[in-house]
């Protein structure tokens, strides 16, 4: 339970931080006006009208950990479009490669002769042998999930309360307890995610979700041998952050063998754990391992991977299917300019050093972040994995879906995101996560911190 007093005042700061806002950023209105004309609320995406502030930050420039925006004004970027620019904006290893690519080509729908030299840096990088390229994380989830059920013969997807993973249908899900039954107020029940738009058919048909971090509840569901795989990312990231308990993802590559089910991990998010991902830095060998956002510098493209044991089921199902269009496939995934872009990325920008410099500074921001919290006497606490972080309104790191939600408050979420928005700094506006970049430095820090231990002085006061 939040302090009423505290979120007394983030009204009040929520309020005049609006104010505040629409002082700082003329340009951006007149931005807003202008893009309203042609663009629906404004903005090329909707959801990029999900910040909460009173109109866009409109972003002129990008490199590093910073950008500036279309009033001039600098900003230190902890957010790194939520993984997207994760080793910073720009970085020169890549403007470098798309440049020199430029002249020489974007797309062909053939494989170019930078194909094979991918495939090794991502076989290095991660430590799966096969791979296959795709344009976003959401497509590379909804293509793993028709290879699963064509090599399995089996239809039903698991995923967890809470998961996200793009906006691939299947998992649009979330589990609602119901007091219909005792067996319903047992197991839960999955429905469509409420907020879904245009959906037209029952996605729990085919989809079940279960507690993450609940063995049991798994092995309930592959015990019924239907489910053709297991899709999570090893750590919740997008409900709020939860992390696994120990043994929890290996459990599932346990159970999924023991049911003849398939183990999918998603690290879009989970990159940040180290070099390779949560993975390969735990040991884990997933059937598919589905990568996204950062793996191109910034650029749209995905990939995922998996063992030369599925390589040859894959080439079974594919090879017994009628010829025709798989459902598997973009016309510009793999195209020579990603190719370019994830080569620079994985061999020249996501070095061990790189990860190095990102893990240090991000175990110096959980320790400063705490620090402050702790002064001020409040029950809050910093999930970390890897250079990724998030601020909870709990003591403790929620264990599943429900106690993230429940530890969350938006008003509170942001009040604290805009009042660091206007002082320079930028978080998620999601959960006020955070990820420090190869680029970030002790300025960097230290400018969160300051403004951060301001922030917390007001709401607490």
């Not at 996560?433 to 911190?449: F, R």
Request: aromatic share 8%.
């Amino acid at each position: 339970m939040l302090n009423a007093n505290i979120v007394k005042n983030a009204i009040e700061i929520l309020a005049y931080e609006r104010t505040n806002y629409l002082k700082l950023h003329p340009r951006s209105i007149a931005f807003s006006a202008k893009a309203n004309q042609h663009f629906l609320y404004g903005v090329p995406m909707h959801w990029m009208n999900d910040w909460g502030t009173p109109v866009p930050l409109f972003v002129q420039q990008a490199q590093g950990a910073h950008f500036s925006c279309a009033d001039d004004i600098d900003y230190t970027d902890f957010c790194l479009g939520d993984t997207g620019a994760m080793f910073g904006h720009s970085p020169l290893p890549v403007a470098k490669a798309i440049a020199a690519q430029a002249n020489s080509g974007y797309t062909t729908m053939l494989p170019s002769t930078l194909a094979p030299n991918v495939g090794e840096a991502l076989a290095e990088h991660f430590g799966l042998p096969y791979w296959q390229l795709a344009t976003t994380a959401t497509d590379a989830n909804r293509f793993v999930l028709r290879w699963a059920r064509a090599v399995t013969g089996r239809q039903k997807l698991l995923v967890f309360d809470g998961c996200y993973h793009g906006t691939i249908d299947d998992t649009m899900v979330d589990m609602v307890i119901s007091d219909d039954t005792m067996a319903d107020a047992i197991e839960g029940k999955t429905a469509n995610r409420a907020s879904l738009l245009g959906q037209v058919y029952d996605l729990g048909l085919h989809t079940v979700a279960v507690p993450f971090n609940d063995s049991e509840a798994v092995e309930r569901e592959l015990a019924k041998g239907n489910i053709a795989c297991v899709l999570t990312e090893p750590a919740l990231t997008n409900c709020g952050m939860v992390l696994p308990k120990d043994g929890f993802i290996k459990s599932l590559r346990e159970l999924t063998k023991k049911y003849d089910s398939l183990l999918v991990l998603d690290e879009t998010h989970t990159i940040s754990t180290g070099r390779g991902g949560w993975a390969k830095a735990n040991h884990v060998t997933p059937d598919f391992l589905v990568i996204g956002k950062p793996i191109a510098g910034g650029l749209p493209a995905s990939a995922y991977g998996f063992s030369t044991e599925m390589a040859a089921r894959m080439k079974i199902a594919k090879d017994s299917a009628p010829s025709g269009h798989s459902g598997i496939g973009t016309t510009l995934s793999g195209n020579m300019m990603t190719l370019a872009a994830i080569h620079a990325t994985l061999t020249e920008v996501a070095t061990a050093e790189a990860y190095t410099h990102m893990l240090t500074m991000a175990e110096d921001l959980e320790r400063l972040l705490t620090a402050s919290i702790n002064s001020h006497k409040l029950l809050w606490n910093i999930t970390r994995l890897g250079a990724r972080l998030e601020l909870q309104f709990c003591a403790e790191t929620p264990k599943n879906a429900q106690e993230a939600r429940d530890a969350q408050n938006e008003t509170l979420e942001s009040a604290i995101h805009l009042y660091l928005l206007n002082r320079g700094v930028l978080l998620t506006p999601f959960h006020n996560m955070m990820l420090v970049c190869p680029a970030t430095n002790n300025a960097d820090l230290n400018l969160l911190i300051r403004v951060f231990n301001d922030c917390l002085d007001a709401l607490t006061a």
